[in-house]
């Protein structure tokens, strides 16, 4: 340290130039405890601190907006009943809760004059909590960054996704008859490699894409096809990237005449 410096030979540096030199994490720390829960699944006051780098203040403020939340679930540790546990609640969404997507569903239906009817309220709360509340944890939460209400149309798009999907096969359906398992990957398959052709600036993998599309299939049957209409109608829906690009292309396939050529190979194989 220089003895001589003093503080009249001191340069300080005005917020402008202060930013350079020591920029600020801009972070949203409700998805940064959730995130460090995800990797840690339970965890204490000290384990949290270690993890996100936040300040204590930081940590406790959103620690109790996310409990009154119900976004996350305390308890006393069995081992040492002086430390707190804090996890995940199992049945929300991580960062946001389901009641708040099903509120902003129905917004957007009393838009367009329609409602969600109990049953189908019941069947998108199952897929919010079994398949997409999944992909929060699995895919949003690894985002660099990342700010607590865009998780809302992250939710909102996966859940559109579904919808097209649901919708194509039951148009499919209608034409040909029931579908299975097999008959469904491969269909979604062909229509991987078509949609590569058709949209050739979108850069995608095409076996990839018909994965993650197979997996959907798991879930979109949970979805009532009353729901997939008028979901199908909204703004939000309109204007959503899959339905944008995707979706037209997926029904314009499903019930094109290709299907019934794949279909009719499919059967005379066995």
Do not use: C
Not at 184 to 189: D, F, I, R, W
Not at 218 to 246: C, L, N, R
Not at 253 to 258: G, N
């Amino acid at each position: 340290m220089n003895k001589n410096l003093s503080l009249s030979s001191v340069t300080y540096l005005n917020k402008e130039e202060s930013k350079y030199l020591m920029p600020r994490r801009s972070v949203d720390p409700s998805s940064e405890i959730a995130k460090a829960l995800v990797t840690l699944g339970r965890a204490s006051f000290g384990d949290l601190l270690k993890e996100t780098k936040l300040a204590e203040p930081t940590i406790a403020r959103h620690l109790e907006t996310l409990g009154v939340q119900k976004l996350i679930l305390a308890e006393r540790s069995q081992k040492d009943r002086r430390k707190v546990l804090y996890a995940l609640n199992p049945g929300e969404l991580g960062v946001i809760t389901v009641n708040e997507v099903l509120e902003s569903i129905k917004k957007e239906l009393e838009a367009i004059n329609e409602e969600l009817d109990l049953e189908e309220e019941k069947a998108i709360r199952n897929i919010l909590v079994n398949h997409i509340r999944k992909q929060v944890l699995d895919e949003y939460l690894k985002k660099e960054k990342y700010k607590r209400e865009d998780a809302l149309s992250f939710i909102l798009d996966k859940l559109s996704s579904l919808v097209s999907v649901r919708r194509g096969l039951s148009l499919v359906e209608s034409n040909v008859g029931s579908l299975d398992g097999k008959k469904q990957a491969a269909m979604l398959k062909e229509f991987a490699k078509i949609f590569k052709k058709i949209n050739p600036k979108i850069k995608l993998n095409a076996d990839r894409m018909a994965k993650q599309m197979a997996n959907l299939i798991e879930v979109v049957d949970e979805i009532p096809i009353t729901f997939a209409e008028k979901w199908m109608g909204t703004k939000y829906f309109e204007e959503s990237s899959f339905a944008s690009f995707a979706g037209p292309t997926l029904l314009g396939f499903m019930i094109s005449p290709h299907v019934a050529k794949l279909l009719e190979k499919m059967n005379s194989e066995k």
